[in-house]
């Protein structure tokens, strides 16, 4: 069987991510590297609408490193994405400079719809199949895609700016959050996912909520009492809504220190994990879809593919 290494990145507000693989004559990655590392490129944004030199620094530190595996590796094609935070900057462009200088190729800065299309035929890949409708949804740093289809055919998708990174710093100021600050990040979730499913959702066709990212996976492992975090053992993992909701009201109750502490939790997701995990259960919520299936597989891999 003939193969052709390809590469995708994805840079989004929280974190940027590199995967190497091997496409085959079945269409099927097989990874060589899966990487990524929390740069909190849209740190700020939410407020000031610009990308931090210090931010755009750590994107460029991550960026060289996985640039030389590119090269290490004999990569023939690679296709960069950025995401949520590079559309809402004002100086987009310096960021769109550094990725040209490191990598030898500028980013696309594509749209939600786009980011929302590339999340599902990322994820879909490696399911099994389903009878229904699917409802994706991709809890990022800054924005949220929400994507129906079935089988690999998207049939509704839309975007939205709700995700861990911009509800941590638009609501929340104590440690752990006071009450009231939960109940007004949940009333900014709930308008706001209430609208994507109108658009993504309306007649409530679909039958199966998938989630994809590292707000669902983190709150996969912690569910699951996971000793360390194993991508292997949360992949196709079905929550409850009672387990979501468990685990978010867990982690409110916690200070930064206690959720650092979790096993499964990334360093650079203890700050913001509250935030994710409450648009995760309000999405529960409000689709009326009691069961969540986690899949490791996401944009990344949409990316990958389409290089």
Known sequence: MSTRRVAGIDCGTNSIRLLIADIGDD??????????????????????????????????????????????HEVETVRMVATSASRDAANAADFTAMVEAVLGQA???????????????????????????????????GSTEFVRGTGTEVVAAISVDVGCVRMTE???RADPPSPEEI???????????DGAL????????????????????TVAGIALGLPEYD????????????????????????????????????????????????????IMERSGIDAVLI????ILDGIALSA
């Open 27 to 72: 269409g099927r990655l097989r990874d060589v590297v899966r990487r990524m590392e929390v740069v909190r490129l849209g740190e700020g944004v939410d407020q000031t609408g610009r990308l931090s030199e210090a931010a755009i620094e750590r994107t460029r530190t991550a960026l060289a490193d996985y640039t030389a595996q590119i090269r290490e």
């Open 107 to 141: 980013p696309e800065v594509i749209s939600g719809d786009e980011e929302a299309r590339l999340s599902f035929t990322g994820a879909v890949a490696t399911l099994p199949a389903h009878d229904g409708q699917r409802l994706l949804i991709d809890i990022g740093g």
């Open 170 to 172: 638009r609501h929340f």
């Open 183 to 193: 109940d007004a990040a949940v009333v900014d979730i709930t308008a706001i996912v």
């Open 198 to 217: 109108a658009v993504a959702d309306a007649g409530r066709e679909a039958t199966e909520l998938v989630a994809v990212a590292g707000t669902a996976t």
């Open 231 to 282: 991508a292997d053992a949360i992949d196709g993992t079905r929550l409850s809504y009672e387990q979501v909701a468990k685990t978010t009201a867990d982690l409110a109750a916690a200070d930064h220190a206690a959720r650092l502490a979790i096993p499964v939790m990334h360093p650079g997701r203890a700050d913001v994990i509250v935030g994710g995990a409450l648009v995760l259960r309000t």
């Open 295 to 298: 899949s490791e597989h996401d």
